[in-house]
C-alpha cells in the first residue's frame, strides 16, 4: 500500500473508537441492561477488563507478523482456501453490522421527525454519501473521523454532567441486578459490545508505523470502554424502566431531558445532527474496509470500483428488516453471537494456530 493511503496513531485510535460509538448510540448500552438489570454498570468493568485483556492477547499473537491483517496470517496458516474462508465471513459481518445500524439510524429518524418519508429515502440519505466518500480513500476519510470522534465523546460527557442532577441512586439497587451469575458469568458474553476488535484484526497495513499497533489497540479498547461506561451509568440512573422499553434509541430519551436554562430547552435536534455525522464516518469506514477486504480476495486492481456495489448490499440488508422488533432480536441474540465466534474465537483460533506454525518453522 501507498504510504500516502497510510494513517497515525490518532486517526487509527478515532477509527476503532467511532465504531463503539456508533453502536452505543444505537442501543448497545440499552442490551446490555436487558441481560443484566441494575449490574449493567458492574458487568461493563468486567467485559471491559477481559476485552483489555484479549487486546493485548492479540497484539502478542501478531508479533510474528509485523506487517500482516487476518487475512495474511490465515495464508500463512491454511493457505488461499483458508484465507478465503476469512475474508467472506468479515465481509459479511462488516455488511450486516453497517446494514442494522443503518436502519436503526433511518427508523429513529422516520419515527422522532419524518413519519411520512418513507424509509428507502433515508436509507438513501446516508448510503449516497457513505459510498462517494469510500471512494476518496481511507487517509480523507480518517482524517475527517478524527475531527468527529472527539464532538462525539464530548457528547456523552455532555448528556453525562447535564442529567446527573436527576439521576437516582435508588436505581442501581440491587447490586447484582438480575444475580452474580448473570453479571459475571453469563453477562461475559455481553464481551459482543467490543465488536471494534474486529476491525484491529485489519489494521496493522493501515498504519504509517505498524509498531504503534499495541498503543492503538490498547487506548481504542480502554476509551470504548469509558465511553459504554458512562452511558450505561446514565441510563440506570435516570431510566429504571429502559430494560422494558421500546424506545429506538435509549440515549436519545437522555437528549430530551438536557436544559440549558429557559432559552436552550429541545436541543435533541444537536445531538441526532452529531450522530448522523458519526453514522456517515462509520458507513465510509466499513464500506473502505470491505473493499480492502474484496480486494486482496479477488486481486483486482483498483477495489473503488467496487464501492457501489457493497453499497447496495448494505442498502438491501437495510430493506430486509420488517419492523422494530425484528431489528431488537437480530442485535441482541444474532450480533451478539455472530461476534463471540468470528471475532472472539475463530479469528484468536486462527492466531494461536499461526503461531503454533511459526514456532515450529522457526525451531
Known sequence: MSSLQKIGKYEAIALIVMVTINQIIFNLSNTIIVNTGSSAWINVIVISIVAVLLCLLICKLFKPFPANDILDVSEYLGNKLLKSIMGVLYILFFIFLAGILLRYLSSSLKLIYFEKSPIVFLLLLFMIPAAYASRLGIKPI???????????????IIILFATAKDFVMQNIFPILGFGADKTFLIGLNNI????????????????????????????????????????????????????????????????????????????????????????????????????????????????????????????????????????????????????????????????????????????
Open 142 to 156: 480518517s482524517h475527517v473521523n478524527l475531527i468527529f470522534t472527539p464532538i462525539l465523546l464530548l457528547s456523552m
Open 192 to 363: 459482543f459490545a467490543f465488536s471494534c476488535i474486529a476491525y484491529l484484526y485489519f489494521l496493522i497495513p493501515l498504519l504509517k508505523n505498524p509498531s504503534d499497533f499495541k498503543k492503538i489497540a490498547v487506548s481504542s479498547v480502554i476509551i470504548s470502554a469509558i465511553y459504554l461506561f458512562l452511558s450505561v451509568i446514565c441510563l440506570t440512573m435516570m431510566f429504571p424502566f429502559i430494560p422494558f422499553s421500546d424506545e429506538l434509541l435509549s440515549v436519545y430519551l437522555l437528549t430530551r431531558l438536557i436544559e440549558f436554562g429557559k432559552f436552550f430547552q429541545r436541543i435533541d435536534a444537536i445531538f441526532i445532527f452529531i450522530w448522523i455525522l458519526s453514522l456517515f464516518s462509520f458507513l465510509s469506514i466499513t464500506i473502505e474496509l470491505i473493499n480492502r477486504i474484496f480486494k486482496k480476495l479477488t486481486q483486482i486492481k483498483s477495489h473503488r470500483e467496487v464501492t457501489y456495489g457493497i453499497s447496495a448490499i448494505i442498502f438491501s440488508v437495510a430493506l430486509c428488516f420488517k419492523n422494530i422488533s425484528d431489528m431488537k432480536y437480530i442485535q441482541n441474540v444474532v450480533l451478539k453471537y455472530v461476534v463471540i465466534i468470528l471475532v472472539f474465537v475463530i479469528s484468536l483460533i486462527v492466531l494461536i494456530l499461526a503461531n503454533l506454525k511459526y514456532k515450529k518453522e522457526k525451531s
